[in-house]
Nanobody
Framework: VQLQASGGGLVQAGGSLRLSCAAS????????MGWYRQAPGKQRELVASVSSGGSTKYADSVKGRFTISGDAAKDTVYLQMNNLKPEDTAVYYC???????????WGQGTLVTVSS
């Protein structure tokens, strides 16, 4: 399974970016797809996720600013990021899980840089 993420870049504070992730290759249907991020010197953290049933989860720090969409069952997920802040600067990773098989897949990461 390959997860191809795109959409990162450099933006000024207050700006917007949209990340996209598409899965390819044979696999069992994903239970959850989402986005994680890792800033320099920090641990990787969950940003947002969406289940095959449509349930969403967000980190407190992005609630009201980021919106996850897509469909885990259809192998695509997007992250609309509005009102970006310098502290959102990180490498963003697409993630997909097949829980009943204990499978966890990662994309290659896309860099988001927010300047103040």
């Amino acid at each position: 399974v390959q997860l191809q993420a795109s959409g990162g870049g450099l933006v000024q504070a207050g700006g917007s970016l949209r990340l996209s992730c598409a899965a390819s290759g044979r696999h069992f249907s994903f239970n959850v797809m989402g986005w994680y991020r890792q800033a320099p010197g920090k641990q990787r953290e969950l940003v947002a996720s969406v289940s095959s049933g449509g349930s969403t989860k967000y980190a407190d720090s992005v609630k009201g600013r980021f919106t996850i969409s897509g469909d885990a069952a259809k192998d695509t997920v997007y992250l609309q990021m509005n009102n970006l802040k310098p502290e959102d600067t990180a490498v963003y990773y697409c993630n997909a899980r097949v829980d009943w098989r204990n499978q966890n897949f990662w994309g290659q990461g896309t860099l988001v840089t927010v300047s103040s």
